[in-house]
């Protein structure tokens, strides 16, 4: 297997909504905010839903690995419940294995609304569910010794149990990926992110935002110093600056498309990651990898929600 991913495993609930929904609401326009399942019923029922999908960071960057013909598979812990079967079959269509038993679980399957302003950003709300509640024990150790990179969420790290299946997947694995994920989550776990991204991981993906916040640095050359100081390679996406990445000392760069219609960002940096992915595990140099994410988030942002079929 070319790639496990291990990330929350989340129905995607996809609705379109005004500027105002977001303030009314007291969200945070283009980040997630982690709520209770009576707060997302309540949200819900004032909601028009476009789509549902079976998604999560993770599992979008996996479904659009296998979608360019790669071997690959999923870990994520969901309920037997109708979104739990849901999410599973949904999986299944796009030829990705789902390595996780799902059971009945005192806690339903994990939900991510996905609010989509008149902008094109996307504003999430998301009860974890039994997502969050992943453990060691849920781990497929011989699936992660059989792949060649494990890639993870910076949103599945949280203290206690999903800590331990973290730690524990990362110390079978071959190599290792992980996406920051978004800045709620990096300002929330900085010193352990820190402590990730310097001794454990391969490779990191991030965003400007998240890697500027998660080293505190005062300008983007402090990025750059900090990536080949720690002799790691990092992949940077920078909207309409492009993207780039810094392996060891090398610094490539990629410019982002012009001339998009551009309907919906979600999935945008999931896309990226399994597009850049797709590059490193079939030889593709690093502007490859780089040309094949951009390729990939381009195509995505044109369409609503985080699939491109």
């Not at 998604?55 to 790669?70: F, K, M, P, T, W």
């Not at 679980?105 to 950003?121: K, N, Q």
């Not at 890697?211 to 100081?229: E, P």
Request: with cysteine.
């Amino acid at each position: 297997m070319k790639i496990l991913g291990i990330g929350n495993a989340i129905v995607d609930v996809i609705c379109k909504v005004d500027e105002s929904f977001i303030k009314e609401n007291n969200l945070t326009k283009s980040t997630m905010k982690l709520v209770d399942e009576s707060e997302l019923k309540k949200l819900l029922s004032t909601l028009k839903i476009e789509e549902t999908v079976s998604g999560g960071s993770v599992a979008n960057s996996i479904v659009g690995l296998s979608q360019l013909g790669n071997k690959v598979g999923f870990i994520g812990k969901v309920s037997d419940d109708q979104f739990g079967n849901r999410y599973e079959e949904g999986l299944k269509k796009e030829n990705v294995d789902f390595f996780y038993s799902k059971k009945k679980e005192g806690t339903p399957t994990g939900t991510c609304l996905i609010l989509i302003t008149p902008d094109s950003e996307r504003t999430m709300v998301t009860f974890l569910g039994t997502a969050g509640k992943i453990s060691e024990k849920d781990i497929n150790v011989d699936a992660v010794k059989k792949s060649e990179i494990l890639f993870l969420e910076g949103y599945l790290w949280d203290e206690g149990e999903p800590k331990k299946a973290f730690e524990k997947a990362i110390n079978k694995s071959n190599r290792v990926a992980m996406s920051l994920s978004d800045l709620f989550c990096v300002e929330r776990h900085k010193h352990h992110f820190l402590e990730l991204v310097k001794n454990k991981l391969d490779i990191t993906f991030a965003n400007e935002q998240e890697i500027i916040s998660l080293i505190d640095a005062k300008k983007f050359d402090d990025v750059i110093d900090f990536s080949k100081k720690i002799n790691k390679l990092m992949v940077i996406t920078r909207g309409k600056k492009g993207a780039l990445a810094v392996n060891k000392n090398e610094v490539v760069e990629c410019s982002a498309k012009d001339n998009l219609k551009i309907k919906d960002l979600t999935g945008a940096g999931d896309l990226f990651a399994g597009g850049f992915l797709h590059g490193l595990i079939n030889n593709k140099t690093t502007k490859e990898s780089l040309e094949n994410g951009t390729e990939m988030s381009s195509k995505v942002i044109q369409i609503f929600g985080a699939r491109l079929s």
